[in-house]
């Protein structure tokens, strides 16, 4: 079984600073690994995914997440902030083969608010 | 449709009633999920279908939960005798079943149990 451990339920930036979300898993094998974000009111969209190859992987909005098996972490990260970024992000993770609970395993999520 | 479509986006309902909420997949996926989001929580798995397996339905919280999945299709997610702690958005998601594809969320259904 993965599991998703999220940093931080609230994380606070002024607007154009740098944004870094935090994102450990935990898996018996290799895990697909996934950030999503949801603003106000709507569903969950996808931000990036990371499945194989390039360990840093770029996603819609300016956003990144690098790969990091050493560390079994999945850090999500956006060079300047904007104040449309403020909304709930998720980070997720999914084993190669195998369904049910284990398919798509989602943190606790982490509310980014963005100072003026 | 382009997307996961769920309806209805709003149910108040009274203790004790039931519900039923509804999610019509993007065309051609396979696996379709339901999740509960509470206020302050992640989200919680509640039941899976892929294909034309018996479904995954490991993450209910009671018996009072059931869902079906007709012709590979849509899907209905029941909840009997309804409790104000079923009060939460309930999301649906589909994917085409291989998991390095990630999934797609309907908006969600807000349910309120008064």
């Known amino acids: 079984a993965q599991s998703v451990t999220q940093l931080g339920s609230h994380v606070s930036v002024s607007e154009g600073a740098l944004v870094l979300l935090r994102c450990n898993y935990s898996?018996?094998?290799?895990?697909?690994l996934f950030w999503y974000v949801q603003y106000p009111n709507q569903g969950l969209q996808l931000l990036l995914k990371?499945?194989?190859?390039?360990?840093l992987v770029k996603g819609i909005n300016g956003f990144e997440a690098e790969f990091k098996k050493s560390e079994t972490s999945f850090h999500l990260t956006k060079p300047s902030a904007h104040m449309s970024d403020a909304a709930e992000y998720f980070c997720?993770?999914?084993?190669?083969?195998?369904?049910?609970?284990?398919?798509?395993?989602f943190g606790k999520g982490t509310h980014l608010i963005i100072q003026p | 449709g382009a997307g996961v479509s769920q309806s209805p986006s709003n149910k108040v309902t009274e203790k004790g009633k039931d519900v039923e909420l509804r999610c019509d997949p993007i065309?051609?996926?396979?696996?379709l999920y339901w999740y509960r989001q509470s206020l302050g929580q992640g989200l919680e798995f509640l039941i899976y279908?892929?294909?034309?397996?018996?479904?995954?339905k490991s993450g209910l919280p009671s018996d009072r939960f059931s869902a079906e999945r007709t012709g590979g299709s849509v899907s209905t997610l029941t909840i009997q005798r309804t409790q104000q702690e079923d009060s939460a958005v309930y999301l649906c998601?589909?994917?085409?079943?291989?998991?390095?594809?990630?999934?797609?969320f309907g908006q969600g259904t807000r349910l309120t149990v008064v």
């Open positions: 998601a589909s994917s085409l079943g291989r998991f390095d594809q990630g999934a797609f």
């Open positions: 898996s018996s094998v290799p895990p697909y």
């Open positions: 990371y499945t194989t190859g390039a360990t």
């Open positions: 997720a993770v999914s084993l190669p083969r195998g369904g049910g609970a284990d398919g798509l395993t």
């Open positions: 065309s051609g996926h396979t696996a």
């Open positions: 279908f892929q294909g034309n397996s018996a479904p995954d």
